[in-house]
């Protein structure tokens, strides 16, 4: 067994960091990361709510393809880079000696995990109260000509997938980086993971439904029940935090082991 | 290169030693795990129920003229039992915490707010009077408090979801009755919802798509709220089993890893 390795960034140490700086230095991938994300999503909503009504009502213009197709691309360019480039990074500098991992380490990776899901958190937030009924409402005040509308191009095509971009790699890089999940898959987090990514799929139908028997958008018709379906796979969080619970709580015991109890 | 793990690694505990947390250290770990856990879990609770409140139910809560006695009242209700359901008993049994129908329908309220806002009023143009969201926040604290007061699931499936959806329309009433008020318009008789509706054109939710107060036999006329009322707490008793059932499933049996590999 090789020797014993800590954290960079000691959680123990960090723990009695007290004030500003140290709760900002604790939480840092939550400041950072959901910083960059609000900023994202604050762009494109001012974006959208621009170039929505004043260049994106007819696909087949020019301007169209220039404001709106654009983003498209770029869009899949990003998110393709993202959580291809991402998943082969960690997977390729992934633990080779999990019994060498100190307990400070690995919560300290257990804190990592769940700093960047706080930031997919905050992501998902800003899909719920900005995204997803733009669409429901885009849909009630034009008329439907190509399955690339403003909105779409927005939700379909950016804000969800980006949730799968970053789940990937986070999902390969707790099943390489923390000895509890290393070797073995944990059904839950397979089950987050693989919901949310089937949304994408379920896009597919979608549009290919509206484009030939279904040029309505009634919300509660079947044919979105599979976005429906695959939400549930959020049910599956529970589980998940319980497993990531039982060994942080193994991991603070021991961590704390010489702290002075108090009464 | 070594895979081998000691056999405290990989021990999944179920009971905790609670003296760990009278040591100043633990304290600040766990107190800095609750904020994260609670804002993670709570975050994406949000945007599961404003997905699917949103492809359910939404078409009935999105304007004020759908807002029916027969259709709305049904559907809602339904549609929060699934998802209570799914999230209440991992959370019950695992932390005991009677918190999630009330933290549903305040977490789709807050997102609702914000989205009928940005999306409905400033991005389409659409009056907020006639887009804003219902409240179910009330039903919400009500199905917690039956469960923390009998601390059984099979209560809460029966008592509190038959007043979740028992009692959706008079918790709502406030906030629609001036819109029921009826007005004569081009000699028809309309409420003054309807007229809104008519006014404000659904380019891809036309007429034959508006599913409110569609029936046969009208004559039943104001009986109809707490028929509906009743019928629809007896679905959502049903509903709210099985999407307990489900999730037990999923806690007992699904919250688990594969076998080791290699």
Not at chain 1, 164 to 179: D, G, V, Y
Not at chain 2, 216 to 234: C, D, I, N
Request: overall charge neutral; hydrophobic content about 50%.
């Amino acid at each position: 067994m090789s020797q014993a390795r800590t954290a960079y960034y000691s959680e123990a140490n960090l723990v009695n960091d007290s004030g500003a700086a140290g709760h900002f230095r604790r939480n840092r991938i939550f400041y950072v990361g959901g910083a960059v994300a609000l900023a994202i999503a604050i762009a494109l909503r001012i974006y959208q709510q621009t170039m929505s009504f004043s260049v994106g009502t007819d696909y087949y213009e020019p301007e169209f393809q220039t404001y709106w197709m654009s983003l498209l691309y770029i869009e899949v360019v990003v998110l393709s880079a993202i959580g291809i480039i991402g998943s082969v990074y960690v997977w390729f500098t992934r633990e080779t000696d999990a019994a060498s991992i100190s307990p400070q380490l690995e919560l300290s990776r257990y804190f990592k995990l769940l700093g960047v899901l706080s930031v997919i958190g905050l992501w998902a937030v800003t899909v719920a109260a900005l995204a997803i009924e733009s669409d429901a409402s885009w849909h009630q005040v034009t008329i439907r000509d190509t399955d690339f509308t403003p909105t779409h191009i927005v939700i379909f095509y950016f804000a969800i997938p980006l949730l799968t971009a970053i789940l990937i790699p986070t999902f390969i890089w707790t099943h390489t980086r923390i000895p509890a999940f290393m070797n073995r898959v944990s059904l839950p987090f397979l089950a987050v993971v693989c919901g949310i990514f089937m949304i994408m799929p379920n896009y597919g139908f979608n549009e290919w439904g509206h484009t030939f028997f279904y040029a309505e958008e009634l919300f509660s018709a079947p044919i979105h029940y599979g976005f429906v379906v695959m939400g549930w796979s959020l049910f599956f969080l529970v589980p998940l935090a319980i497993q990531i619970i039982q060994r942080m709580a193994q991991l603070i015991a021991e961590v704390s082991k010489d702290d002075t109890a108090v009464a | 290169m070594s895979v081998e793990l000691p056999a405290d690694k990989i021990t999944d505990v179920q009971r905790f030693d609670l003296s760990v947390l009278t040591r100043p250290s633990a304290q600040k770990f766990y107190k800095r795990f609750d904020g994260i856990i609670i804002f993670v879990l709570f975050a994406f609770i949000a945007l599961g129920i404003m997905l699917q409140y949103s492809l359910t139910a939404g078409d009935w809560d999105y304007w004020v003229d759908w807002r029916d006695r027969r259709w709305w009242p049904l559907v809602t209700p339904i549609t929060f039992m699934i998802f209570i359901g799914g999230f209440m008993y991992p959370v019950w049994r695992a932390f005991r915490l009677p918190v999630i129908a009330t933290a549903v329908t305040t977490l789709l309220a807050l997102s609702s707010w914000v989205s009928r806002y940005y999306n409905f009023h400033l991005f389409a143009d659409f009056p907020m009077s006639f887009v804003f969201p219902s409240t179910y926040i009330a039903l919400g604290i009500l199905m917690d408090c039956v469960l923390a007061m009998t601390r059984s699931m099979i209560m809460t499936t029966i008592v509190g979801a038959f007043l979740f959806a028992g009692l959706l329309w008079p918790v709502n009433w406030p906030l629609l009755a001036a819109y029921k008020v009826p007005v004569e318009y081009n000699g028809l008789l309309l409420s003054v919802s309807d007229l809104m509706g008519y006014e404000y054109v659904r380019t891809t939710t036309p007429e034959y798509l508006r599913i409110i107060e569609e029936s046969t036999l009208r004559t039943f006329g104001g009986s109809v709220t707490p028929l509906t009322a009743v019928f629809a707490a007896f679905a959502s008793i049903l509903v709210f089993a099985l999407a307990t059932m489900a999730s037990s499933a999923i806690y007992n049996y699904a919250g688990r890893y594969t076998r080791r590999i290699a």
